[in-house]
């Protein structure tokens, strides 16, 4: 399974921007994505994940403001990102995981895709 991330920019405060996450696999719809992020320094953090009926999942820091969805005929999961901070700037990575459930952790996650770079100026 080969994911690819992609939708990544620049960004004022306030602004909004939606990330993708596509794979050439011929089982999405048999597995959970999540998006985690990134920035120098700092552990990978959880950010969002969605099971493969749809269930979702989100960090306190981006609830009410990103919103993880999936369209299995295009194979892309896509994560909305509205009201955007400075802090939310970051790499994005998306990971697939053969679960039922979405996991939150990165350890349960077996395939990663290679980030999407997210800037967000005050």
């Known amino acids: 399974v080969q994911l690819q991330a992609s939708g990544g920019g620049l960004v004022q405060a306030g602004g909004s921007l939606t990330l993708s996450c596509t794979t050439s696999?011929?089982?999405?719809?048999?597995?959970?994505v999540g998006w985690f992020r990134q920035t120098p320094g700092k552990e990978r953090e959880f950010v969002t994940s969605?099971?493969?009926?749809?269930?979702?999942y989100y960090a306190n820091s981006v609830k009410g403001r990103f919103t993880i969805s999936r369209d299995n005929t295009k194979n892309t999961v896509y994560l909305q990102m509205n009201s955007l901070k400075p802090e939310d700037t970051a790499i994005y990575y998306c990971a697939g995981s053969y679960t039922t459930w979405a996991p939150t952790r990165g350890s349960e996650y077996g395939y990663w895709g290679q980030g999407t770079l997210v800037t967000v100026s005050s």
């Open positions: 696999g011929r089982s999405f719809s048999s597995y959970a």
């Open positions: 969605i099971t493969r009926g749809g269930t979702t």
